[in-house]
């Protein structure tokens, strides 16, 4: 079987999951759409813990986002094609998307990004980060707007990207001399003003 009938193959199979079990399309819909919001607040929670690790990590999985999305980019110039909606017939489509390049999955990767980087730095527990990943990767096809080619480069792209910049990064002097830099800054903002009496 050739690649690109495996990949159809593997798409029918999550896709057509839908329409045999319609009770968990509303799920896999909110998974697909709006667990990034969930990964935007969890992201603004490690910030501002003011834990030095904690902010490592979201500068590590920030980075790692954009150099994932570089080579995302540089792959999407290698091949290219259409969201399966728009290339094949009877898919279970449950979201609206634009028809552009969906290869490799922007959505992928952002989450594979930072949660392999939250798994990295927080190992055992971080299992679930992953696992959330994934499931969003699942959803994307489920909902029928990206191949599991998509899904898979993506998530390669992004765990490796991961691991480099967790083992560059924070050995990087110039990255913690400006988390110092940063939070003197936001000390002398956040203390406490204090008052003089007018005599």
């Not at 798409?11 to 919001?37: C, T, W």
């Not at 969003?136 to 998509?150: F, M």
Request: aromatic share 16%.
């Amino acid at each position: 079987m050739a690649l690109s009938e495996t990949n159809i193959y593997l798409f029918r199979l999550i896709n057509d999951l839908g329409k045999q079990y319609p009770h968990f399309n509303s799920s896999f819909v909110f998974i697909a759409e709006y667990m990034v919001y969930f990964l935007a607040l969890s992201v603004i929670y490690f910030w501002f813990r003011r834990n030095e690790h904690s902010r490592i990590m979201v500068i590590c999985a920030g980075s790692t986002f954009i150099v994932s999305e570089m080579i995302g980019k540089i792959a999407g110039k290698i091949h290219s094609n259409y969201q399966p909606f728009a290339e094949l017939p009877n898919v279970n489509q449950l979201i609206e998307k634009a028809v552009d390049n969906s290869f490799p999955s922007d959505h992928t990767i952002l989450f594979f990004s930072f949660c392999m980087t939250f798994w990295l730095f927080k190992k055992g527990s971080g299992l679930l980060w992953l696992l959330l990943a994934i499931i969003v990767g699942i959803s994307r096809i489920w909902v029928g707007v990206h191949y599991p080619a998509d899904v898979i480069v993506g998530a390669v792209i992004s765990i490796f990207s991961a691991i480099v910049v967790y083992f560059t990064l924070p050995k990087l002097t110039f990255i913690n001399h400006a988390l110092e830099l940063y939070e003197k800054i936001e000390r002398y903002v956040s203390r406490p003003k204090i008052k003089t009496k007018d005599f």
